[in-house]
Every structure is written in C-alpha cells, then in structure tokens.
C-alpha cells in the first residue's frame, strides 16, 4: 500500500542560504518524507541565488525534494532538476504559457512536474498534462473533496495547518501528501505514529520481527552492527536491548544499551554526532542486527570516524571496487588542485584552465570512438580509463564531486 506523505515546505525567498540548508538538513533527519523548496522570484539574481542554494540542499540532505521557482523558459526547469531535485513545481498563475508545462512534461515525464494552483481555480475543469496537482489556501470539507475527485489526478496539500487538521486532510481521497511548514523543530516521526494510530498509512519504521523472536544472551542484549548507508564502512559494534531497539524503530536514531553504564544511551547525545537510521536488518540466525545510518560526525569516541582504524594484519591486493578506485583517483587530482605538485600533470592541466581540459577531454572521446572500431576491446578498456582520468579533472576544476553524479543518475531511475 502506497503511504502518505509528510512535505515540509520551505520558503526560500528573502532566507539566508544558510539557513534553508540547516532547516532542510533538520527536516530531514526528524523524519520527513521529502522537502519542497521554493522562491517564485522573477529576478535573474535571486533565481540564480536560490539554484546555489539548491545544490548545497541537494548535498546535504538524502531524502528527496521538490522545487518550486519562476519558469520563465524551459531552460529555467532544466536548471531546476539540475540542482538535483526529485520534482519541479511550476506555479500555473505565474506561467508564461501552457506550451512550457508540456515541453517540460515531454522532456522530463508527467510525473516529474508538478502544477501548483489556488483552491479558487476550477482546477478540476482543466486538462492539466501532469500525474499531480499541488493545491494551496485550501479550505476542507465537502466542496474541496468533490473537486479532488472530480479533477482524478494525485494530490499535495500545501498548508500551514492553522485551520485545517492534517489528519482531515490526509484523509481526503487522492491526497497522496500535505506540505507544511507547521511542524519545524518537532518529531516527524512521532506525528507519522499518531498519524498510522487513526489508520493512515505512513512511512514509519516497524519492525518485520518482534524482538521477542530475537536470539539474545543471558543478559536479553544483541550485537549490533552498524555501516555507513553509503559506503558499507564498518563504523562501530554496539548492543541494544528490547528498549533500545523499539527507541531507535520509534526516533529514527540509533539508541544503543550501554554494558559498562547500565543504561540506555542514544549514539550522539552527548557528542551531536548522532547515527540516523536507514536500514535494519537480521542476520539468519536472529542473533544479530545490522544497522545502515547516516553518520554524523564521527562514530568512534578517539574522534576517528570508525571505530575500525587500527591494522592488525594485512596481504597485500588489489581493490577493484570502482566506486573505491574513483574515489581515491579523484580525492588524489583534488589533492593535487589544492596542493600543487612540482612536474604533475594534473596540476598542468589545472594551470593551464578549462580550455586545455575541455580540449582533453574531447580528444580523449574522440579516442574511445575510434578504439571501439577495433575488435580488441585492450585498447579501448585503455581509452576509456584516459577519458575518466581527464572526466574527472572536469569535475574538479567545476566543483563538482561524484556523490553529485551519482546522486543525478539515482534520481533518473
């Protein structure tokens, strides 16, 4: 069954960007669902300024969200989807021309673009070319419901929750989310409980197992061990009792028992570096549980960000882990644009500007079309590493990082 959506909004206009990437960051870790971002500004500046901002949401958050600007041309919603965000609201009132929504729905998918509209507007009457309408200053009751089911599209919910009751409009028929601002610096998660207790269906952790079919020791705790979400790194082995398991399935934060202090104890609350929680699951013996979190900070009390940093002993081998390989490569060619290395070749690529590397990299393209003619694959497995060694040369001189691409090609699934 499809849940319902909780959409914190924020609105981005005359906001520092610092603090539209602390609330975002917020929302996120408390349990929202997704974002919705927007700034309706007409101004070039102020658009330009908000797409920064964006981006920066974009690497701090890992939930997805929505954008909402001016689009003044097809190019506007490009920019839009580049700062990598989910879906593009575009506002109907303020819309040049109806051609530009179906441009955008034909490039980037119904599903992909958004109309925002006022509950005044006889929305249900017009043949709007997306899967979701976003619906604003609504009053709830009977006239609204009918309209909804009349215009048979999905529905959001953009309110501040002052009149209106979220678990009312929740329950209205194609309402497939509410956007608010009303719940900035409170538990998402808890209002998802209450929530799921009136019958709604909301994306909450739950366990698939009852920890009374876990295998625990004579003490009723189990091993714990937690990875990084992104990258698997083993970060730490802790122990969690019945209570700190349904703490951590009720907050969204790892909630650990603590053998040496007799108490529960929540990773972070002390330090701020907290482990939010993306994943739990059971090894086959139900005697041990992996947890996959977003760390912040460090996990390891030394301040290392593992727990895991000590060698002990070690054969030599190759890791050919490509998303390891490019990192390293790429952590190397930054190393290189921030320290200088006398006789580098990276570093002449860097001195001599974007020029040079855009001209490298077309010549290196140029080479994997004309190796892949030949029937041995050798020289074009050689072609192909030269162009993402210059690719990523590229990616250094524009700011940009493979999490960024990685993120893009994620959101194109």
């Not at 499809?2 to 408390?30: D, L, Q, S, T, W």
């Not at 709007?128 to 599209?153: N, S, Y």
């Not at 497939?176 to 719940?183: A, D, I, L």
Request: contains cysteine; proline residues 3%; negative net charge.
């Amino acid at each position: 069954m499809a849940y319902k959506k909780i959409i914190p909004f924020i609105n981005g206009e005359n906001e520092m960007a610092a603090n539209i990437v602390r609330m975002a960051e917020e929302y996120c870790f408390a349990g929202a669902d997704e974002i919705f971002l927007y700034n309706y500004s007409k101004l070039e500046s102020e658009r330009e300024e908000f797409l920064a901002t964006l981006k920066e949401v974009g690497r701090k958050i890992d939930i997805p969200f929505l954008v909402g600007m001016y689009t003044g041309r097809f190019e506007d919603v490009k920019k839009a989807f580049y700062t990598g965000a989910d879906r593009v609201v575009i506002k109907y009132e303020i819309c040049p021309s109806e051609s530009l929504i179906k441009e955008a729905v034909g490039r980037f998918g119904s599903d992909k673009i958004l109309i925002e509209v006022d509950e005044e507007l006889p929305f249900e009457r017009i043949a709007f070319p997306v899967d979701t309408l976003l619906i604003k200053h609504v009053d709830a009751g009977v006239p609204l419901e009918m309209k909804i089911q009349a215009c048979r599209k999905q529905i959001l919910i953009r309110d501040s929750l002052l009149r209106n009751d979220l678990e009312e409009l929740l329950k209205l028929p194609n309402v497939s989310g509410v956007s608010t601002n009303y719940f900035e610096n409170r538990d998402l998660f808890k209002i998802k409980r209450q929530m799921k207790e009136a019958g709604i269906e909301m994306n909450t952790f739950e366990s698939a197992i009852p920890f009374s079919e876990f295998k625990t020791d004579e003490k009723g705790l189990v091993p714990c061990i937690v990875q990084d979400y992104r990258t698997s790194q083993v970060l730490q082995l802790a122990y969690m009792n019945e209570e700190s398991y349904q703490a951590t399935c009720a907050t969204g934060k790892m909630t650990y028992y603590s053998r040496s202090r007799q108490k529960l104890w929540c990773k972070g609350e002390t330090s701020g570096h907290f482990q939010y929680v993306k994943e739990l699951t059971l090894d086959c013996d139900n005697d041990t549980i992996l947890a996959k979190v977003h760390q912040v900070g460090a996990a390891c009390h030394t301040g290392a960000y593992s727990c895991f940093f000590r060698e002990l002993a070690k054969m030599e081998y190759n890791d050919t882990n490509p998303l390891t390989i490019l990192e390293e490569d790429f952590k190397t060619i930054l190393e290189r644009k921030q320290n200088p290395k006398e006789g580098s070749y990276t570093n002449y690529l860097f001195t001599k500007g974007i020029d040079k590397i855009l001209k490298k990299c077309g010549e290196e393209a140029s080479e994997i079309i004309i190796a892949a003619k030949n029937p041995d694959a050798e020289e074009l497995k050689y072609e192909i590493a030269d162009f993402l060694y210059h690719m990523m040369v590229l990616m250094a001189e524009c700011g940009l990082t493979w999490e960024d691409v990685i993120k893009e090609l994620a959101n194109r699934r």
